[in-house]
T-cell receptor, first 115, second 109 residues
Framework: KAGVTQTPRYLIKTRGQQVTLSCSPI?????VSWYQQTPGQGLQFLFE???????NKGNFPGRFSGRQFSNSRSEMNVSTLELGDSALYLC?????FGTGYNEQFFGPGTRLTVL | DAKTTQPNSMESNEEEPVHLPCNHS???????IHWYRQLPSQGPEYVIH???SNVNNRMASLAIAEDRKSSTLILHRATLRDAAVYYC??????????FGGGTRLMVKP
């Protein structure tokens, strides 16, 4: 079974631009979560989607948004990029939503560099 | 959110057991204790989780204190492949994971 895939793997943008990152969960998984990892702040939760609905949201500004499609694939968008948005963006998938679905599977991440 | 406290780093010799501690004194009754690890240049990987009882799986064992205010991840025989950052996380709803700083485990041959 293929793992979580994220595209693109690397991205370079300039300040003020916007970016869209894509995540394909493991086949059969219906929940997708997004995380940002930086050397200074570590791993921080962005948001979680299940059945095309956002279920949880972390403490990030409105420039960060996401969505989930009917096939469970998810995208996240960052508008008006700032230098501080440079990070590794990780996507994780899980079978479902709730404490009964315990294991999350992480993708390799998208490395975003903002110049 | 309930927080966890872990040592910044630990060292172990290859083939020896490793005990990674985690304090979570503000844990609530519905919080599950999860452990993930992140190998260099990879996304985090699930290791084990538990609620009240000790747990074992093919990767590790999780020992949970009776009052649930602390737990210990046990790697029975450390290998060089186990060198990673280990995160102890409390989870109570949905799939949101709140990562702390983690413990960087170094394994010496």
């Amino acid at each position: 079974k293929a793992g979580v895939t994220q595209t693109p793997r690397y991205l370079i943008k300039t300040r003020g631009q916007q970016v869209t990152l894509s995540c394909s969960p493991i086949s059969g998984h219906r929940s997708v979560s997004w995380y940002q990892q930086t050397p200074g702040q570590g791993l921080q939760f962005l948001f979680e989607y299940f059945s095309e609905t956002q279920r949880n949201k972390g403490n990030f500004p409105g420039r960060f948004s996401g969505r989930q499609f009917s096939n469970s694939r998810s995208e996240m968008n960052v508008s008006t990029l700032e230098l501080g948005d440079s990070a590794l963006y990780l996507c994780a998938s899980s079978l479902g939503f709730g404490t009964g679905y315990n294991e999350q599977f992480f993708g390799p991440g998208t490395r975003l560099t903002v110049l | 959110d309930a927080k966890t406290t872990q040592p910044n780093s630990m060292e172990s010799n290859e083939e020896e057991p490793v005990h990674l501690p985690c304090n979570h004194s503000t844990i609530s009754g519905t919080d599950y204790i999860h452990w993930y690890r992140q190998l260099p240049s990879q996304g985090p990987e699930y290791v084990i989780h538990g609620l009240t009882s000790n747990v074992n799986n093919r990767m590790a064992s999780l020992a949970i204190a009776e009052d649930r205010k602390s737990s210990t991840l046990i790697l029975h025989r450390a290998t060089l492949r186990d060198a990673a950052v280990y995160y102890c996380i409390l989870r109570n709803a949905g799939n949101m994971l709140t990562f702390g700083g983690g413990t960087r485990l170094m394994v010496k041959p």
